[in-house]
């Protein structure tokens, strides 16, 4: 960790060993040696444990790395370099919506997208970095497992875009991303959520084996038939 950080634990393992003594002295009693080393200890690794998740936080992480004045002027180069990025995939994201789900209004759907990632935004939630990789990890398993399926199931192939709403896919999705945020549920939720390891894996070995499942009982969208160029350019990797 960085001086920063170390400075920040020494002051706060300081002020709690001071805060407990003074409640000892309130008592008619005095911490030993043995008592403060404790103190000191506990403080100690619960201050490390929280700085080190803390220092995953980009907002935190910067300040610690270049100091506070460079980072507020590199944190507003950060926004503005994001909004290219940004805006592409949220026209990407638009695209989907009203591709997947054609009777919903797209101010409605992409307004909720919005809503979310404000959201997420002003809370803070997406500078938390191993969730939100965590999350990455259980959204993109099953997808690639989806697509793996297809891809075997059409003889090595692919098979071109499918139509609408496709049941296996979504379904597919659900029940893998569900086991793919396990982890997350057993830690910030409950401990009854059972802590899956290697989640994402497990996220892709399960959307594969629903894909398929789903896909052997027909349930998955009709293809959209290609033409144009992109049809020129597939002819060749496409099911006759």
Request: glycine content about 8%.
């Amino acid at each position: 960790m960085t001086k920063l950080a170390d400075a920040a634990i020494v002051k706060t393992v300081a002020k709690e060993v001071a805060n407990a003594t003074d409640a000892a002295a309130k008592t008619g009693t005095k911490l030993t040696p043995e008592e403060i080393a404790k103190v000191k200890a506990k403080v100690t690794a619960e201050t490390t444990l929280k700085t080190q998740q803390e220092m995953l936080q980009t907002p935190k992480l910067m300040p610690a790395i270049v100091g506070e004045k460079l980072a507020k002027i590199l944190m507003f180069l950060l926004a503005v370099s994001a909004f290219p990025s940004a805006c592409f995939s949220s026209f990407i994201a638009a695209n989907s919506f009203k591709t997947t789900l054609p009777k919903v209004n797209p101010f409605i759907s992409v307004g909720i997208g919005a809503a979310v990632s404000i959201l997420l935004a002003v809370t803070a939630l997406a500078g938390e970095a191993i969730i939100v990789f965590n999350i990455i990890g259980a959204s993109f398993g099953p997808i690639l497992g989806a697509m793996l399926v297809e891809y075997l199931i059409n003889g090595r192939k692919w098979s071109g875009p499918r139509a609408g709403f496709n049941p296996a896919g979504w379904v597919a999705w659900a029940l893998g991303f569900v086991v793919g945020i396990l982890p997350i549920l057993h830690e910030k939720v409950s401990a009854q959520f059972p802590d899956m390891p290697a989640a994402p894996v497990a996220a892709f070995l399960v959307g594969a084996a629903v894909y398929f499942a789903l896909a052997k009982l027909g349930m998955q969208s009709p293809l959209v038939p290609l033409s144009g160029p992109l049809a020129e350019a597939t002819k060749d990797s496409l099911p006759q």
